[in-house]
């Protein structure tokens, strides 16, 4: 065994079958999307952001909404879950995208009609909300909640 060995293990499956000489193609080539630029799958840095952002939001909200939780208490915690879950469907389903993903310039679309429907977002949001969904990706960068949904995240600018 040599640092080689080692090497391909830490930087994973895709890696090692560029390696071996096997091309998987860009994030989103089979689904028709650009490799880069507007309408190309949006990064992990970007999504992640915007679910911070999405999350902080909420918790405000929450926080004002319901005054009578203490923060950091668990009925805080499904406070600021409900409104999480509302105002993500809501404006996922209005706008194509929550608060954080419009403030990062990524917005959420559907394969086949282009914009995501009154089931979807409602759909999406909770298997985002159940979190084991939303950290299963496959090698185009969609999560569970996309590929149940056939929805996938797209740059907006």
Same mark, same amino acid.
């Given at each position: 065994?040599?640092?080689?060995? !080692?090497? %391909?293990?830490?930087?994973?499956?895709?890696?090692?079958?560029?390696?071996?000489?096997?091309?998987?193609?860009?994030?989103?080539?089979?689904?028709?999307?650009?490799?880069?630029?507007?309408?190309?799958?949006?990064?992990?840095?970007?999504?992640?952001?915007?679910?911070?952002?999405?999350?902080?939001?909420?918790?405000?909200?929450?926080?004002?909404?319901?005054?009578?939780?203490?923060?950091?208490?668990?009925?805080?915690?499904?406070? %600021?879950?409900?409104?999480?879950?509302?105002?993500?469907?809501?404006? %996922?389903?209005?706008?194509?995208?929550?608060?954080?993903?419009?403030?990062?310039?990524?917005?959420?679309?559907?394969?086949?009609?282009?914009? !995501?429907?009154?089931?979807?977002?409602?759909?999406?949001?909770?298997?985002?909300?159940?979190?084991?969904?939303?950290?299963?990706?496959?090698?185009?960068?969609?999560?569970?909640?996309?590929?149940?949904?056939?929805?996938?995240?797209?740059?907006?600018?």
């Amino acid at each position: 065994m040599d640092r080689r060995d !080692v090497a %391909t293990w830490v930087s994973g499956p895709r890696a090692a079958l560029d390696a071996a000489g096997i091309d998987l193609g860009y994030r989103g080539e089979r689904l028709g999307l650009p490799e880069d630029g507007v309408g190309s799958i949006t990064g992990f840095g970007r999504r992640l952001g915007a679910l911070m952002i999405d999350w902080l939001a909420s918790a405000l909200v929450a926080l004002l909404l319901f005054p009578q939780f203490v923060y950091g208490s668990e009925q805080s915690g499904f406070a %600021t879950l409900g409104v999480f879950f509302v105002m993500k469907s809501i404006f %996922t389903l209005l706008g194509g995208a929550s608060f954080g993903q419009r403030l990062l310039g990524i917005r959420v679309i559907s394969l086949d009609k282009g914009y !995501v429907n009154l089931w979807r977002a409602p759909v999406r949001t909770a298997l985002i909300c159940l979190l084991v969904p939303a950290v299963i990706w496959d090698r185009d960068g969609r999560g569970l909640q996309d590929r149940l949904t056939n929805t996938v995240v797209v740059r907006s600018r």
